[in-house]
């Protein structure tokens, strides 16, 4: 299965733009990028997915690296609502090694200050 | 639209007791998954359903039943809870496999 690495944790500041960061060199021509976040004590919400060309919608963006083998989930002003757990996710075809999951990892917990 | 539905939000259970989670969706979702969560750590696949009639196991199937009557519920049954089942577990559904997925709010089990 196609991995991504996410860093453990990371911090910003309210209204500020913040930058998430995705590693995942292994990824197929047929993975989606999906993002989801889940805030506390509540279940994932999906936040945006792509392809190869770069996402935006009203939650976020999605910049798509050219050689697919990274991305950013691009939060254009955090509030203190959008403090939570990222994470982002490889869909592959049904059929495939990991099928139809939503294979989670342990995301990026983000803090956001005041 | 209530989206994803779980029952009950919280349960206790003794060793050995079984019971089902509910999961219900009304948005005609064809794509149904139970996920458990255990502390600190993401979210796990335990069963999913392509369909009505059409069921699947996932990453951690043991110790857990599903089946798939009609594309509105999808219920997960414990069979025999153990202390190591003690966890979040989380109803999803989605239109299609790369679609969005809807999570319910959860349901937090413990077995003591």
């Known amino acids: 299965d196609a991995k991504t690495t996410q860093p453990n944790s990371m911090e910003s500041n309210e209204e500020e733009p913040v930058h998430l960061p995705c590693n995942h060199s292994?990824?197929?021509?047929?993975?989606?990028i999906h993002w989801y976040r889940q805030l506390p004590s509540q279940g994932p919400e999906y936040v945006i997915h792509?392809?190869?060309s770069n996402v935006n919608n009203r939650m976020a963006s999605l910049a798509i690296a050219e050689d697919r083998k990274s991305s950013t989930l691009i939060l254009h002003r955090a509030t203190l609502r959008d403090a939570a757990v990222y994470y982002c996710?490889?869909?592959?075809?049904?059929?495939?090694?990991?099928?139809?999951?939503?294979?989670f990892g342990k995301g990026t917990s983000l803090l956001v200050t005041p | 639209n209530a989206g994803v539905t779980q029952t009950p939000k919280f349960q206790v259970l003794k060793t050995g007791q079984s019971m089902t989670l509910q999961c219900a969706q009304d948005?005609?979702?064809?794509?149904m998954s139970w996920y458990r969560q255990d502390p600190g750590m993401g979210l796990r696949l335990i069963h999913y359903?392509?369909?009505?009639?059409?069921?699947d196991q996932g990453e951690v199937p043991n110790g857990y039943n599903v089946s798939r009557s009609t594309t509105e519920d999808f219920p997960l049954r414990l069979l025999s809870a153990a202390p190591s089942q003690t966890s979040v577990y989380f109803c999803?559904?989605?239109?299609?496999?790369?679609?969005?997925?809807?999570f319910g709010q959860g349901t937090r089990l413990t077995v003591v």
């Open positions: 999803a559904s989605s239109y299609w496999w790369d679609t969005e997925a809807f």
């Open positions: 292994t990824i197929s021509g047929t993975d989606y």
């Open positions: 792509g392809l190869t």
């Open positions: 996710i490889l869909r592959a075809l049904p059929g495939s090694d990991s099928g139809y999951a939503l294979n």
């Open positions: 948005m005609n979702h064809e794509y």
């Open positions: 359903s392509v369909g009505a009639g059409i069921t």
